[in-house]
């Protein structure tokens, strides 16, 4: 059995996005911002859309 090793300073392979970079994306953050917001207000996603949109304006 292999083990997929991601690349080194990325939170995820190049050939498959999880969902923080993802989630980074369609609201126009960073994957580190998204990590922070998880961090500190849980794993709620309306909870983290509505901070994510904080970060923006």
Excluded: W, Y
């Amino acid at each position: 059995m292999t083990v997929r090793r991601s690349v080194p300073g990325r939170c995820c392979s190049a050939a498959r996005r999880c969902g923080k970079t993802k989630f980074a994306k369609q609201h126009r953050n960073t994957p580190e911002q998204v990590r922070q917001l998880i961090g500190e207000h849980g794993n709620d996603h309306k909870t983290l859309e509505r901070e994510a949109r904080k970060l923006r304006e």
